[in-house]
């Protein structure tokens, strides 16, 4: 976590590759923001040559089925953002407008490492404006059955807590605990890869879904055994990279949060849901710009001029089924 001003990158910076779901190729350029603008998604490629600009907000997101998307899909919305997000969250940036030329963040390797080394790449610029976080104030939890995730308070930074539990043993139960901040980012969770099992993909694939997917872009499963020859990059890389798509679901929140995030069995639907919640309930989060401030200091820098709390977009639902 960086505490002090906004930043935004030094320079552009370029990507091509391809859509997990619709295998087309796809540009994507990251170009730096000025302070207060956010992360915003710039989308190209639609008919009549038009474009459409779509907030990396909470209130954007359309579906959390196969992935998280922004915005009306017939429309031009944006999906499959969650590792780009959190590349650009777990770097601790401020601002960074997203020009895509189709519907679908390219998947790379099925990590966050490309979205990484290209921002790496260019750089990241302090501008000269006081950075505001996201407090959390009070615990705000959702459950689905067995499955919860939950957001509380912490006095600095933001620490997620995340386990998985699959009754196949080759995954199992595992748990993943970090305190995000961009070293830790980049060499615990950065490179761990989105996974599935081949019998899922071949019913996305009868679907129309996951026509990009293959070993070069996700950790395969079959029978109890994992097909990449080279095999897995952490011992637990399935329960990091559950918590990195935590980190860039949760970076939909619109700012640094401060406190600790934990779920058990969760997903995008359940990162989804927890952020609803918590904006559902103005006494849950205040915006600050010292992290240090008091609960009470930070209840009233969130009031608004007529005494009211600043509780963002609206939400959309979207709870269909987690699948990745």
């Given at each position: 976590?960086?505490?002090?001003?906004?930043?935004?990158?030094?320079?552009?910076?370029?990507?091509?590759?391809?859509?997990?779901?619709?295998?087309?190729?796809?540009?994507?350029?990251?170009?730096?923001?000025?302070?207060?603008?956010?992360?915003?998604?710039?989308?190209?490629?639609?008919?009549?040559g038009?474009?459409?600009?779509?907030?990396?907000?909470?209130?954007?997101?359309?579906?959390?089925?196969?992935?998280?998307?922004?915005g009306?899909?017939?429309?031009?919305?944006?999906?499959?953002?969650?590792?780009?997000?959190?590349?650009i969250?777990?770097?601790g940036?401020?601002?960074?407008?997203?020009?895509?030329?189709?519907?679908?963040?390219?998947?790379?390797?099925?990590?966050?490492?490309?979205?990484?080394?290209?921002?790496d790449?260019?750089?990241?610029?302090?501008?000269?404006?006081?950075?505001?976080?996201?407090?959390?104030?009070?615990?705000?939890?959702?459950?689905?059955?067995?499955?919860?995730?939950e957001?509380?308070?912490?006095?600095?930074?933001?620490?997620?807590?995340?386990?998985?539990?699959?009754?196949?043993?080759?995954?199992?139960?595992?748990?993943?605990?970090?305190?995000?901040?961009?070293?830790?980012?980049?060499?615990?969770?950065?490179?761990?890869?989105?996974?599935?099992?081949?019998?899922?993909?071949?019913?996305?694939?009868?679907?129309?879904?996951?026509?990009g997917?293959?070993?070069?872009?996700?950790?395969?499963?079959?029978?109890?055994?994992?097909?990449?020859?080279?095999?897995?990059?952490?011992?637990?890389?399935?329960?990091?990279?559950?918590?990195?798509?935590?980190?860039?679901?949760?970076?939909?929140?619109?700012?640094?949060?401060?406190?600790?995030?934990?779920?058990?069995?969760?997903?995008?639907?359940?990162?989804?849901?927890?952020?609803?919640?918590?904006?559902?309930?103005?006494?849950?989060?205040?915006?600050?710009?010292?992290?240090?401030?008091?609960?009470?200091?930070?209840?009233?820098?969130?009031?608004?001029?007529?005494?009211?709390?600043?509780?963002?977009?609206?939400?959309?639902?979207?709870?269909?089924?987690?699948?990745?």
């Amino acid at each position: 976590m960086r505490y002090g001003n906004q930043t935004t990158l030094r320079s552009w910076a370029v990507l091509d590759g391809f859509g997990v779901h619709s295998n087309s190729p796809v540009k994507l350029t990251l170009s730096p923001s000025e302070a207060g603008s956010g992360i915003t998604f710039l989308r190209t490629g639609l008919e009549g040559g038009h474009e459409r600009l779509i907030a990396a907000n909470w209130g954007q997101v359309s579906a959390t089925q196969l992935c998280t998307a922004l915005g009306d899909g017939a429309a031009g919305g944006v999906q499959t953002v969650e590792h780009l997000m959190a590349a650009i969250s777990g770097l601790g940036i401020d601002n960074v407008q997203v020009e895509i030329d189709g519907p679908e963040v390219p998947i790379m390797d099925g990590s966050a490492h490309d979205f990484v080394e290209a921002i790496d790449s260019v750089g990241i610029e302090t501008l000269d404006a006081p950075r505001r976080y996201l407090k959390i104030l009070k615990t705000v939890r959702v459950s689905h059955g067995d499955a919860y995730s939950e957001l509380r308070p912490a006095t600095r930074g933001f620490k997620l807590d995340v386990e998985i539990d699959f009754s196949e043993a080759i995954i199992g139960r595992q748990r993943y605990r970090l305190d995000l901040e961009p070293g830790r980012f980049r060499k615990e969770i950065s490179r761990a890869r989105t996974f599935g099992f081949v019998s899922d993909v071949k019913r996305l694939w009868q679907a129309g879904f996951a026509l990009g997917s293959s070993l070069e872009n996700s950790v395969a499963l079959e029978d109890g055994r994992i097909l990449n020859p080279e095999g897995l990059r952490y011992a637990d890389e399935f329960a990091r990279h559950k918590t990195l798509d935590a980190v860039g679901d949760l970076a939909l929140a619109g700012a640094p949060i401060i406190g600790a995030y934990s779920s058990y069995r969760g997903g995008h639907r359940m990162n989804f849901a927890v952020l609803e919640a918590l904006f559902a309930d103005p006494d849950a989060y205040a915006y600050v710009q010292d992290s240090s401030r008091t609960q009470e200091n930070a209840r009233r820098d969130s009031l608004n001029a007529f005494g009211q709390a600043d509780v963002g977009l609206a939400g959309i639902p979207a709870f269909s089924p987690k699948m990745k």
